[in-house]
């Protein structure tokens, strides 16, 4: 009977897509600098479990793909370890500076523009300093 089992499949399923979907996304970054601090959390604490798999949990990206292993207990020890939540901030931030400037809501500033800024306010006090020892 497709009326109870296609319920039942789904509420089954959904939870193991959401899992599978979140984990895609937010268990890497998006930064190149956070990704590289999660590429040596991954080894250290790959390491340190396997010496002393009582007292340092597996890294949840060591779980993905074991038999008997949900993806959403995967994304539960992901969430308790904090990884999810730490990658989903920056996540989100990177995706949405993206857009905001390809779409033309906030408009960018050259880094060369506010270094001739600063470089120009210092000489103009260089030169400031300069006159006063002169007169």
């Known amino acids: 009977d497709f009326t109870k089992t296609l319920p039942a499949f789904s509420e089954a399923r959904v939870k193991e897509g959401n899992a599978l979907s979140d ?4 268990l890497n970054s998006l930064d190149k600098k956070q990704q590289t601090k999660e590429t040596f959390h991954l080894i250290i604490r790959s390491i ?3 010496k002393f798999p009582n007292l ?3 890294h949840p990206q060591t779980m993905i793909g074991r038999r008997g292993v949900a ?3 995967v994304y539960d020890h992901a ?4 990884i999810i939540n730490k990658h989903r901030a920056m996540n989100d931030k990177v995706r949405m500076e993206y857009f905001e400037k390809k ?7 050259s880094k060369r523009s506010t270094w001739r800024i600063v ?8 030169s400031a300093i300069f006159i006063q020892k002169c007169m």
């Not at 984990?23 to 937010?26: C, P, Q, R, S, T």
């Not at 470089?119 to 260089?126: K, T």
Request: hydrophobic fraction near 60%; aromatic fraction near 10%; avoid cysteine.
């Open 23 to 26: 984990l895609a996304f937010y």
């Open 48 to 50: 340190l479990n396997s």
């Open 56 to 58: 340092v949990a597996e």
């Open 71 to 73: 993806l959403s207990e």
């Open 79 to 82: 969430v308790k370890l904090g």
């Open 103 to 109: 779409a033309g809501m906030v408009t960018v500033e």
């Open 119 to 126: 470089f120009g306010a210092g000489l103009v006090a260089l």
